[in-house]
């Protein structure tokens, strides 16, 4: 809702003055209003009760500043005129009459500079910034606030700083460029409130906090710190606190669609309606209004007709009664004023020039020339500096070039030298097989049911070779060529039945129990092929180091729309030094650990393939006994069968 971050606006205009209001406060200054006959201290009690009603009751704090600002200009107090000024800023920011509440505060800037006053500078340099941020100038805001930020730090006034900060970060927290810079201050905002016991500034706070919490997805507690916010406001009397809470609590209950934000909603315009700020709300007693006239509850829909009805004159008023004074005495007098004071200093200013002689006029002239010279010199020497470091840039960036091309070069060549040495050493056993099966059935050494046995084995061999030698094939072509992938659904069980039957043979061989947990409807996002190689892989590698009538156990996981797919074994587990480099291309420790076994290409395949499906691979040893080889992907999830 955009009203809900222009109130947010409206509260960093007022609340920098409103320090720790309390009720006690208001009865004591009230009670003692009676009795204060010096003129300037009961201009300073009028102030004070002001400030102390903003957040409690609007009406009464316009009251308050309206009486401070006529006494305080007709006794000529200057500071009690430049605090009534800013607390008529307020009053007019919360009605809302923006254009007033912007001549308030841009004369309370005059005002201030004029007399030193640092707090006041600060204060009214916030208040514009946030002017300008809810008019839709951000750099002009930003502009202002900076300023606001700078003279609060140098003048020490750290109470208040905390409010300057808090205004940077509403003003630039939809701002992503200045994100991470808004949620410092906010942080700084917290850790000041704290350590000057600024309860309402605390209080305050917690309302961004909150907003932070929904950023980063916790909804419940945001919602929490909103709650407990609203009951300690209402506790205290803080109408505008709580119905900005209750506000911005509508705000979450509607993007998550409950039904109780039309609750939230009628809380926040009766918070307005108590403390005044009914101006603030018009767009949700509009929304309010509508609902229950299109659902014919004629008593609630009149209801909020009354009070839009009483918004509307109550705006109506304003531009009758406030703004015509104040724009009188802003454009008339001041007017006047600043004109009779240019023409005497025009006036002057022509007198001096009749009485300038010739001396001073070539003194002009050379200095005038001395520094078009200097000018020129200096605009000479900074592009020279310009040219020397766009070059010094250029040099930096072929040398980087350089060295890149030297390091793709060096890792083209090692990935050559390890691709021909795996290959060589992963398909030198098989061959082997073969070559010494056929040399038993050339010597005529075994019978002719042995030899068809052998020349059975040879095919198998000869055919797993050719397998594993055509998916290498295919992996080399995907590391020179430009690989693209595209992922289908597949169902992850008729993979794994396709490939536990390709295996059937060696599971038969050592007698070993299969184990698949995995639902029949489990679908996954992958590349066939790709996806295929691994399982082969992962379940011939738990096939080989499993013992003699042991269990294999494959099983899917599910868990934040990802698949993981474990593969287990009761085999002798994992060297621990092999295994963080297990998929690794250099992979020294484990070539020397499974000498003999093979160099441990394929799982270096599988690791390309996954990475290459945005996927995760991994191993570890079980706590009992064996290892698990694992991947991760994303599941596919038919949206047209929910």
């Not at 201050?185 to 409130?193: M, P």
């Not at 004074?325 to 025009?346: I, N, P, V």
């Not at 050719?466 to 992938?485: A, D, H, K, N, P």
């Amino acid at each position: 809702m955009v009203w809900i971050r222009h109130a947010g606006l409206y509260c960093l205009l007022f609340f920098s003055q409103a320090l720790c209001a309390q009720h006690n406060d208001i009865i004591a200054i009230k009670h003692a209003l009676s009795g204060i006959t010096d003129s300037t201290r009961y201009v300073d009690a009028l102030n004070r009760l002001s400030a102390l009603y903003i957040p409690r009751q609007l009406d009464s704090s316009g009251s308050y500043a309206k009486a401070a600002n006529d006494i305080a200009s007709r006794i000529h107090y200057d500071n009690g005129h430049r605090e009534a000024m800013r607390g008529l800023g307020r009053y007019y920011a919360l009605r809302p009459h923006r254009y007033l509440s912007f001549l308030f505060y841009e004369n309370a800037l005059t005002a201030c500079r004029a007399a030193g006053d640092s707090t006041g500078v600060a204060i009214s340099l916030m208040n514009l910034g946030t002017y300008y941020q809810y008019a839709g100038d951000h750099a002009t805001a930003q502009h202002y606030l900076n300023r606001a930020l700078n003279v609060s730090w140098k003048s020490g006034l750290d109470s208040l700083r905390a409010w300057v900060l808090v205004n940077y970060y509403l003003v630039n927290a939809a701002d992503t460029a200045a994100l991470q810079y808004a949620r410092k201050a906010l942080k700084q905002a917290v850790a000041l409130t704290h350590k000057y016991q600024d309860q309402l500034g605390m209080l305050y706070v917690q309302l961004f906090e909150a907003h932070e919490f929904l950023r980063a997805g916790e909804i419940k507690q945001a919602e929490n710190k909103l709650l407990k916010v609203i009951s300690a406001a209402d506790s205290a009397g803080l109408n505008y606190i709580a119905m900005y809470a209750s506000a911005q609590l509508t705000g979450y209950r509607i993007w998550q669609q409950k039904a109780d934000s039309l609750h939230y909603q009628q809380q926040s315009v009766n918070y307005a309606v108590a403390g005044g700020y009914t101006g603030l709300v018009l767009p949700v007693v509009t929304t309010l209004y509508n609902w229950y006239d299109h659902r014919k509850d004629a008593d609630r829909a009149a209801h909020y007709s009354r009070i839009a009805l009483h918004i509307m004159q109550q705006q109506q008023d304003d531009m009758l009664a406030g703004e015509a004074d104040y724009l009188a005495y802003a454009f008339g007098d001041e007017l006047k004023d600043s004109l009779e004071m240019q023409h005497h200093t025009q006036q002057e200013q022509l007198e001096d020039a009749r009485s300038m002689n010739y001396f001073w006029y070539y003194q002009v002239l050379i200095i005038t020339a001395i520094a078009v010279l200097l000018g020129i010199l200096l605009v000479y020497y900074i592009r020279a500096y310009r040219l020397s470091r766009v070059n010094q840039a250029r040099m930096a960036g072929l040398q980087e070039e350089i060295r890149k091309g030297n390091k793709a070069l060096q890792d083209n060549d090692d990935f050559k030298n390890k691709l021909i040495s795996m290959i060589a050493h992963d398909f030198r056993t098989p061959l082997h097989n073969i070559v010494n099966i056929t040399g038993f059935i050339d010597d005529q050494a075994l019978t002719v049911p042995e030899a068809a046995d052998m020349i059975l084995e040879v095919e198998k061999t000869a055919t797993t070779t050719l397998s594993v030698f055509e998916e290498i094939l295919r992996w080399i072509r995907t590391q020179l060529s430009g690989f693209v992938y595209h992922p289908e659904a597949l169902l992850l069980t008729d993979m794994i039945d396709a490939t536990t039957r390709s295996l059937q043979h060696l599971i038969t061989e050592k007698k070993l129990q299969l184990v698949i947990d995995i639902p029949r409807e489990t679908t996954v996002l992958a590349d066939f092929e790709m996806l295929q190689f691994i399982h082969r892989n992962f379940l011939h590698n738990a096939i080989k180091f499993s013992p003699v009538k042991g269990t294999i156990t494959i099983k899917a996981i599910r868990k934040n729309g990802r698949l993981t797919v474990l593969f287990m074994d009761e085999g002798p587990g994992i060297d621990a030094m092999v295994l963080p480099s297990l998929f690794a291309w250099s992979n020294t420790a484990y070539e020397q650990e499974r000498s003999g076994k093979g160099a441990g290409l394929a799982l270096i395949i599988c690791k390309d393939f996954m990475d290459k499906m945005n996927g995760e691979i991994n191993a570890y040893n079980n706590e009992q006994r064996g290892s698990t080889f694992y991947y991760q992907l994303l599941e596919f999830i038919d949206r047209g069968r929910n």
